[in-house]
């Protein structure tokens, strides 16, 4: 089984659209982040949830929304999508809530035109 | 501002050689350390971290060396193999900041055969 897993890997769509990515770990992690991964391949964190609360809010525009329905699930909807919004992005989990040891998913390309 | 960056964009080095890959951080209050890798199409593989209050550690072929004096961090790679072609990061976790990790610009590494 993959430890941290996301849906879709690719997601195509038109600027406007609404869409969601999803992420699932069964490492038993109690943390859980994204991350957006811009063209120059630089790592940037967006969010984080610490048993399904949020915890780190980065500034990141509110078309962006995620949600936690419980510990094992991390989504991240995005509204009105833009051009600028095209990027890989990334989950992650940890044990605790430091930041220690984070492992990331495989990751959602995301192409917006 | 808060940072972490890399002496070398990239690095090209010859199958069965020893690998360097620097990192320079600037915030004090960082307290733990990560490299990642990631292969193309792929999500940051963890590889190694330590924590500050450690300047040495020891994986399988890699060995994180941290400087605080100098706030350096270096990943070292022994007998550098084909399969370690990747982008690597370094990451900074600042004391409570929520587990909020800062990456690196990333350096690309190339082995030749």
């Known amino acids: 089984d993959t430890a941290v897993s996301q849906t879709p890997k690719y997601l195509v769509t038109q600027m406007g659209n609404d869409k969601s990515i999803k992420c699932e770990q069964n490492?038993?992690?109690?943390?859980m982040y994204w991350y957006k991964q811009d063209s120059k391949k630089f790592l940037k964190i967006m969010f984080s949830?610490?048993?399904?609360?949020?915890?780190i809010n980065e500034t990141v525009p509110n078309r962006f929304s995620p949600k936690s329905p419980d510990k094992a699930h991390l989504n991240l909807h995005i509204n009105s999508l833009e051009l600028g919004d095209s990027a890989v992005y990334f989950c992650?989990?940890?044990?605790?809530?430091?930041?220690?040891?984070?492992?990331f998913g495989p990751g959602t390309r995301l192409t917006v035109t | 501002g808060e940072s972490v960056g890399l002496h070398l964009p990239t690095l090209s080095v010859q199958e069965g050689d020893n690998s360097i890959i620097n990192c320079a951080y600037s915030?004090?209050?960082?307290?733990?350390f990560i490299w990642y890798k990631q292969e193309s199409g792929k999500g940051p593989q963890f590889i190694i971290d330590i924590r500050s209050n450690m300047d040495k550690r020891q994986g399988q072929r890699v060995t994180v060396l941290l400087n605080k004096t100098v706030k350096h961090l270096s990943l070292q790679i022994a007998a550098t193999q084909p399969g370690d072609s990747a982008v690597y990061f370094c990451a900074e976790n600042i004391n409570n900041q929520g587990g909020k990790l800062i990456f690196g610009q990333g350096t690309e590494l190339s082995v030749k055969p």
């Open positions: 949830y610490n048993n399904k609360e949020l915890i």
């Open positions: 992650a989990t940890s044990p605790g809530q430091g930041g220690y040891e984070q492992y």
């Open positions: 490492l038993g992690h109690d943390t």
């Open positions: 915030n004090s209050a960082s307290d733990y």
